[in-house]
């Protein structure tokens, strides 16, 4: 019987959305976003430009929440953020 390889995807399946495999809340630099684009109801999110170690993989959208805007762009800085469905997360 041969061993399946686990992924950050298949642990987030039965795992608290909210927190990497180590126990600590997900965090996301600021840099490491894309520029901001609204969604069809005008919302703002950005993209994660690379995977972090905290699980976040290079592609999900992230909202801007409560973090500071600067022109088009999330401001530097670490954000705790929480999962909102699918490759979505809300900066807290």
Same mark, same amino acid.
């Given at each position: 019987?041969?061993?399946r390889k686990y992924n950050q995807r298949d642990y987030e399946k039965f795992? @608290?959305? @909210?927190i990497? +495999?180590?126990? @600590?809340?997900? !965090?996301l630099a600021g840099? @490491?976003?894309d520029e901001l684009k609204k969604d069809k109801k005008g919302k703002p999110y950005a993209l994660v430009m690379e995977s972090t170690e905290s699980g976040l993989? !290079?592609?999900d959208t992230i909202r801007p929440g409560k973090a500071p805007i600067s022109?088009?762009?999330i401001m530097g800085g670490d954000y705790? +953020?929480? !999962?909102?469905?699918?490759k979505n997360y809300k900066i807290d």
């Open positions: 019987m041969a061993l795992a @608290n959305p @909210n990497d +495999v180590l126990g @600590n809340p997900k !965090k840099e @490491n976003t993989m !290079k592609g022109g088009n762009y705790t +953020v929480s !999962k909102k469905g699918p």
